[in-house]
């Protein structure tokens, strides 16, 4: 089963009633279903499966749009459709994609100061230390 590679076992994982899913509980996940010929919210849990089957739907439309995709480059053509999806980052504005991209660098590899760095001050703030030194050696 897929869902072992990629899913902790602890996990509550919400299905309709397709009797694959049915080995679940023994591979160790909790395991609710929905009967979708009754109803699409389980009365009795509320669990439903709306939210992953928009998702779905959404991200393999997402796909057809960039057209045909085989190999290794599938999982970058996901990876990408996924971030889109996730931020509702669209194609027109790279300004904006950019800067959630590096912004999620950032916090995921956040810069460290070195050691023993010396900050470098540029001419006007030292032009402004400069005076505020004066101006305090003539208070004194």
Known sequence: MVITKWVAKESVVVTDEWNAYSRLPKE????????HSKNFVNPQTGMHTNSIEDYWSRLKRKMSETGPHSGRAIWAHLDE???????GLKC?????????????????????????AQVVKTTKENKVKSMMDKVQANIS
């Open 92 to 116: 027109d504005n790279l300004s904006q994609a950019l800067g959630t991209f590096v912004s999620h660098i950032a916090n995921v590899y956040p810069l460290k100061p070195k050691e023993n």
């Open 28 to 35: 160790g996940f909790k395991h609710l279903t929905v009967n």
């Open 81 to 87: 459709a996924q971030n889109r999806l996730w931020y």
